[in-house]
């Protein structure tokens, strides 16, 4: 969009100022300049309007073309000096050049001239949306006076040639894990979905994604992928089901394969433009651009929320907290849940395109967006970032001079102050605990302190595989359950500065049948107490749909402790425990003929009592199938 203004400025440029100069071969010069513009050859434009000045030093027309030309390649240095010497030989020049001579002030962090300069322009001009961006452009050269003097680190480095190509590759999405990278590569004009996979402490060599997502008519890309791999959202343009120009897709991962995407309809897309997709961990939450009616600016970031029937909700602008007047894009929400990155032109920064992040407050309302700072964010345009689910490094694509070809892929260290809430997560495989096959079955993760499912889906159908992230500073309880199988029960409590490395877990799951065992990890009491702790009710309730759902089992609830303290009275809270949680059970209609209870004391422990881990260990609540 900003090429297309500044091609115009200097079409009206070649128009306002076509006074000839005294000097013929200076116009001559001035004139041919204009058939190299229109042929987009701006740097033989640039150096036949040099001869014109050189030939006609007072041709202040073509200083003002020679500036527009070399600020269209980005050589502010120059153009600012072109354009000074256009204001020196006449000071009534058209707005419009004070405008520009400000904008290179500002590109060339020369931020005082640059406001008087912008100041000057609002003089002339208070109305137009250039007066607009120049109020713009004065809180930027506050903010960025201020922010080159504290930089942060930032030290990009090129993902190799595993993944960087001659090419251009952009828009890079990562799994949670850090293991699988799913980027977009543009070759002769075609966008397509690449995969490469980290190996050894490199990218390996990437192949293209699928057929079923990749085509050779229409263009594939702004995607994000879901933290266990399984869901990729992405933009699909100019398509025969699309219900405007860009829509949002989706494919699920089916084994080594994807699905064929499909069209997420309406509300999430409409006959306006729909891209840059950005899904939440608990897969209930898509983000998005948009330009439909009702937003704050021309693009802005949306949400759609998924309803109680599983379907997307309508959609919801983010607001004023995170949208401006001006454009939102590349929205990407981490792994936290509650740490959003985005690019703004619409907030202080640096002229263009800046990098910003903002947090979830308790209250579900992002807060002020923070720029990045710089130099991640420069005088240029910053956007598609994303963030590792570790929050130690960031990737973005950029031209920098050390790439391989158009564009390439590039990491970086996030500061500090940047970094999302710390997260780790589960990995692993659900197994039949007989014949060791794997099994697709549901798995679930429930923050205990929410009562919320931040994870919620079925393993991978042919590899029983599944990855869940969890926020650290919780409680959660995890669920395996499958049909005609015994569930499987854990708990991680995942304490601030206590993690280390995520849970890596073979999950073994039995059929049900007579003396099947069930340790229920997530019942919890007081200490020396029998009254079920609120955080319980969770697993009670996963226990009731176990019975509702197999009739005909009958279950004996069992009660152990440790051996801390007296045997009789560690027998009797046992047995209580036991009891509340079976009548918990009765009281939410399961029949009592279906239920037994008991409680063991220190008798059946799992574990040494020596170490407070073997005795945390056998204090718990169990059931035994008696019966089916």
């Known amino acids: 969009m900003r090429l297309y203004f500044t091609l115009l400025f200097i079409a009206i440029s070649l128009r306002v100022f076509s006074q000839a100069s005294n000097h013929k071969k200076a116009q001559q010069l001035f004139e041919n300049a204009g058939m190299f513009i229109e042929k987009s050859d701006y740097a033989e434009a640039e150096r036949v309007l040099k001869s014109a000045v050189d030939a006609d030093p007072?041709?202040?027309?073509?200083?003002?073309?020679?500036?527009?030309?070399?600020?269209?390649?980005?050589?502010?240095?120059?153009?600012?000096?072109a354009y000074q010497k256009s204001v020196l030989i006449h000071k009534n020049v058209a707005p419009a050049v004070i405008y520009s001579l400000a904008e290179t002030e500002f590109a060339t962090q020369e931020f005082e001239q640059a406001k008087i300069h912008f100041n000057a322009f609002l003089m002339l001009d208070a109305s137009s949306d250039r007066a607009k961006k120049a109020r713009k452009y004065l809180l930027d050269c506050d903010f960025a006076s201020l922010a080159i003097k504290k930089p942060v680190n930032f030290v990009p480095a090129n993902l190799g040639q595993g993944v960087n190509t001659n090419n251009a590759e952009y828009f890079p999405a990562l799994t949670a894990d850090g293991e699988t990278l799913i980027f977009t590569r543009q070759i002769g004009g075609n966008e397509d979905f690449w995969t490469s996979q980290f190996k050894n402490h490199t990218w390996n060599e990437a192949v293209p994604l699928s057929p079923k997502i990749n085509t050779l008519k229409y263009n594939e890309g702004a995607q994000t992928i879901s933290p266990d791999g399984k869901y990729l959202f992405f933009t699909g343009c100019n398509r025969p089901d699309g219900l405007g120009r860009c829509d949002i897709y989706v494919s699920h991962r089916e084994g080594n394969d994807w699905g064929e995407p499909y069209n997420l309809g309406k509300p999430v897309n409409s006959e306006y433009w729909e891209s840059q997709p950005a899904i939440s961990p608990d897969g209930k939450t898509l983000y998005f651009i948009s330009n439909r009616p009702g937003g704050s600016g021309g693009y802005d970031i949306w949400k759609c929320n998924i309803t109680d029937e599983a379907k997307w909700g309508p959609a919801i602008n983010l607001g004023p907290s995170i949208n401006t007047p001006a454009d939102e894009n590349t929205p990407f929400l981490h792994a936290d849940g509650r740490t959003l990155y985005f690019s703004s032109d619409g907030w202080p920064g640096f002229g263009h395109k800046d990098i910003f992040y903002s947090r979830m407050n308790e209250q579900g309302r992002f807060e002020k967006p923070v720029n990045m700072g710089y130099p991640i964010n420069s005088f240029e345009d910053e956007n598609g970032l994303i963030v590792s689910a570790d929050g130690s490094f960031g990737m973005f694509s950029s031209n920098l001079s050390n790439g391989f070809g158009l564009q390439d892929i590039y990491r970086f260290g996030i500061p500090e102050t940047a970094k999302p809430l710390k997260v780790s997560y589960v990995k692993g495989i659900v197994r039949d605990k007989d014949t060791k096959k794997t099994i697709e079955s549901n798995v679930q993760v429930i923050d205990l302190k929410t009562n919320r499912a931040v994870f919620d889906d079925d393993t991978d159908p042919e590899t029983g595989q599944f990855l869940a992230v969890m926020p650290v500073g919780s409680n959660y309880l995890f669920n395996v359950n499958a049909e005609g199988y015994l569930f499987y029960s854990e708990n991680f409590e995942l304490k601030q500065g206590d993690m280390s490395k995520p849970y890596e877990v073979e999950v073994y799951i039995e059929k049900i049948k007579p003396g099947g065992n069930v340790t229920l990890k997530n019942i919890f009491f007081d200490t020396n107490k029998y009254n079920l702790l609120p955080a319980s009710i969770?697993?009670?309730?996963l226990l009731i749909d176990f019975?509702?759902?197999?009739?005909?089992?009958?279950?004996?609830?069992?009660?152990?402790?440790?051996?801390?303290?007296?045997?009789?009275?560690?027998?009797?809270?046992?047995?209580?425990?036991?009891n509340a949680v079976y009548n918990y059970l009765i009281k939410n209609d399961i029949g009592a003929d279906r239920l037994t209870f008991k409680g063991f004391g220190a008798d059946k422990p799992l574990q040494d009592n020596k170490t407070e881990m073997g005795r945390k260990s056998n204090r718990r609540t169990s059931f035994l199938i008696t019966k089916i």
Do not use: C, M, P, W
């Not at 969770?538 to 309730?541: F, K, M, S, W």
């Not at 009958?554 to 303290?565: A, C, L, M, R, W």
């Open 58 to 81: 007072l041709f202040q027309e073509a200083y003002i073309l020679l500036a527009n030309v070399q600020k269209l390649q980005k050589k502010y240095v120059e153009a600012k000096a």
């Open 547 to 578: 019975l509702q759902q197999n009739a005909s089992v009958h279950i004996e609830i069992q009660g152990h402790t440790d051996n801390v303290g007296d045997s009789k009275l560690n027998e009797k809270l046992s047995f209580d425990r036991a």
């Open 538 to 541: 969770r697993e009670l309730n």
